[in-house]
Antibody, heavy 118, light 108 residues
Framework: EVQVVQSGAEVKKPGESLRISCQGSAHSFANYWITWVRQMPGKGLEWMGVVDPGVSRITYNPSLQGRVILSVDQSTSTAYLEWSSLRASDTAIYYC???????????WGQGTLVTVSS | EIVLTQSPDTLSLSPGERATVSCRASQTIIQSSLAWFQQKPGQAPRLLISPASTRATGIPDRFIGGGSGTVFTLTITALEPEDSAIYYCHQYVYYPHTFGQGTKLEIK
């Protein structure tokens, strides 16, 4: 069982920057996708993007329009989701998952609640 | 972008009954690259099925995935009270990966 641990809840003001984190195992972060999923209040799941360590490629959902940056520090098995300028509409729970879905492997973090309010 | 449309939006069934959730894709999903997740209130989603008909580790055999191409189904036989949750289908073959809108299952 792989433990995926995300950073704690954040309360920010519009326009502020933020970076949240997700730490897994060295093996999973080196071999599996690292995916971020957004869940806005009372809504469904939205795929934000993925880091594919096998080909060192990051793919974003175009709907995010370049507003977030995904990254991974393999030396600490930590993934990051970053905003340079938050909006109220970024209020959501953000989940990190490391997975190899074609083999039925999938581990989720507990989620990070981000609240953006003036 | 591949759109996944689930039906129905909500289900209300009694313990012991069978639930069937459908997931229709706007394009053919190759390699059966479709997963099903269960999410309970206040919890992260949990993988049930991936690829299309393969149960994840530890998932009871009451959960059955099927289908191919553009139509996939999740069947839960002999419902139990703890099956009350929202169920999502998810395709992971084409970017952006996408989720269905979710089906809320209520156990009476």
């Amino acid at each position: 069982e792989v433990q995926v641990v995300q950073s704690g809840a954040e309360v920010k003001k519009p326009g502020e920057s933020l970076r949240i984190s997700c730490q897994g195992s060295a093996h999973s972060f080196a071999n599996y996708w690292i995916t971020w999923v957004r869940q806005m209040p009372g809504k469904g799941l939205e795929w934000m993007g993925v880091v594919d360590p096998g080909v060192s490629r990051i793919t974003y959902n175009p709907s995010l329009q370049g507003r977030v940056i995904l990254s991974v520090d393999q030396s600490t098995s930590t993934a990051y989701l970053e905003w340079s300028s938050l909006r109220a509409s970024d209020t959501a729970i953000y989940y990190c998952t490391t997975n190899f879905l074609s083999a039925g492997v999938d581990y989720w973090g507990q989620g990070t609640l981000v609240t953006v309010s003036s | 972008e591949i759109v996944l449309t689930q039906s129905p939006d909500t289900l209300s069934l009694s313990p012991g009954e069978r639930a069937t959730v459908s997931c229709r894709a706007s394009q053919t999903i190759i390699q059966s690259s479709l997963a099903w997740f269960q999410q309970k209130p206040g919890q992260a989603p949990r993988l049930l099925i991936s690829p299309a008909s393969t149960r994840a580790t530890g998932i009871p055999d009451r959960f059955i995935g099927g289908g191919s191409g553009t139509v996939f189904t999740l069947t839960i036989t002999a419902l139990e009270p703890e099956d009350s949750a929202i169920y999502y289908c998810h395709q992971y073959v084409y970017y952006p990966h996408t989720f269905g809108q979710g089906t809320k299952l209520e156990i009476k």
